[in-house]
């Protein structure tokens, strides 16, 4: 499968635990999202990479999530100190980067749930 | 697996009859556009795409329509087939920034035999 892919799929954790979550994004795109959707709604922008480069944040990540990806390649977003409004379905999209090329491929999302 | 989209708008069909869904969107400089289905426990997958420069698209059983006017697109469904039922969102996107998308709330589609 040459696809997006995310690990794990389901993550349970306590309130007060931190999580990370990994993605892999198609081979050779160089541009990397990270969303989080809640239930009922349409996924929501978080932040966005090009190649190793951290180069967008939305107002939605605060100072308890960092997300990285180090040699421009897979990526990894942390959350610490996990709280309930955290729960939610986290998707990580990948996209080539060229102009004639807009499309965001989406993986499968990890679905946090924080208790 | 968990259902998106527990509370949103749904638009029930018949098999085979046509499917139209409506999408507003909210920034007049959006220049590109998208149709994603997302089924229950999956990433959301590409259905179709529009530029601003054009008002139709056509795919597979697909077309979209965009009416920068009034802020509006809507898929057209062909022919809906079971495997059609899911939650459809339309996203916009300014190509000339990062290229983030934002999404609209979603409509879910219960295709009936």
């Known amino acids: 499968d040459t696809g997006v892919s995310q690990d794990p799929r389901h993550k349970i954790t306590k309130r007060g635990q931190n999580v990370t979550f990994r993605c892999d994004p198609i081979?050779?795109?160089?541009?990397l999202y990270w969303y989080r959707q809640t239930l009922g709604q349409g996924p929501e922008f978080l932040t966005y990479f090009q190649n190793e480069a951290q180069l967008e944040k939305s107002r939605l990540l605060s100072d308890r999530f960092s997300a990285e990806r180090p040699k421009g390649s897979f990526s990894t977003l942390e959350i610490q100190r996990t709280e309930q409004g955290d729960s939610a379905m986290y998707l990580c999209?990948?996209?080539?980067?060229?102009?004639?090329?807009?499309?965001?491929?989406f993986g499968p999302g990890t679905r946090l749930t924080v208790l | 697996g968990e259902s998106v989209g527990l509370h949103l708008p749904t638009l029930s069909v018949q098999e085979g009859d046509n499917s139209i869904i409506n999408c507003a969107y909210s920034?007049?400089?959006?220049?590109?556009f998208i149709w994603y289905k997302q089924e229950s426990g999956k990433g959301p997958q590409f259905i179709i795409d529009i530029r601003s420069n054009m008002d139709k698209r056509q795919g597979q059983r697909v077309t979209v329509l965009l009416n920068k006017t009034v802020k509006h697109l809507s898929l057209q469904i062909a022919a809906t087939q079971p495997g059609d039922s899911a939650v459809y969102f339309c996203a916009e996107m300014f190509s000339g920034g990062y290229n983030k998308l934002i999404f609209g709330a979603g409509t879910r589609l219960a295709v009936h035999p």
């Open positions: 999209a990948s996209s080539p980067g060229d102009y004639l090329s807009n499309e965001q491929f």
């Open positions: 081979s050779e795109h160089n541009r």
């Open positions: 920034n007049s400089a959006s220049d590109y």
